[in-house]
Every structure is written in C-alpha cells, then in structure tokens.
C-alpha cells in the first residue's frame, strides 16, 4: 500500500532534524517512492512510501516524534484514482 507521511517540525529543530537525516534509513519493510523537503514555516517534509503494513511506521514515528508531528495517509496514485472514478461513473451510468 501507498502512504503519505506528513512532517511538521517543531519550533527550533532544525539543526537537530538535518544531522539526524544525513544517517538515517527508511526501517525495513518501508520501501520510499518519494521524498520532499518543503521551504515553508507549515510543512516540513512530505514523504510518499510503500509498505505491507503500517506496523513499520511506528519506528519512524518513535524515531522522529521529538522534532516532528507526524501524520500517516493512504494514498493512491492519479492513475488509479482516476480509474476507479470511471468505473463508479460508469456503473452509476449503467
């Protein structure tokens, strides 16, 4: 499954945040698609991974929980998303 992690940092963890970055990995049984780093006061990072479960997400979370509020999203891909809404439409139609 595809899921979207949302980071916002905490006040003042910045310098902390990047040391950490430059040696962490992605836990086992987290497989990352994408990863962004935002310039914005709001948002810090948006990170697209894919897993079998959300069970290895906790790490991540128990990880970077002191710097980060961290949000966890089912995602699909625009392709697949479109796909099913022509397949509701057309069974709707039908």
Do not use: C
């Amino acid at each position: 499954m595809l899921l979207a992690l949302v980071m916002r940092a905490q006040p003042g963890t910045l310098s902390e945040r990047y040391a950490r970055r430059l040696h962490w990995q992605y836990p086992e049984g987290v497989s990352l698609v994408a990863e962004y780093w935002l310039h914005s006061t709001d948002l810090s990072v948006f990170a697209v991974v894919e897993a079998e479960s959300t069970e290895p997400l906790a790490a991540i979370r128990m990880e970077w929980d002191d710097v980060f509020e961290i949000d966890v999203f089912p995602v699909v891909k625009a392709e697949e998303g479109l796909e099913r809404l022509r397949r509701t439409m057309s069974s709707e139609q039908g």
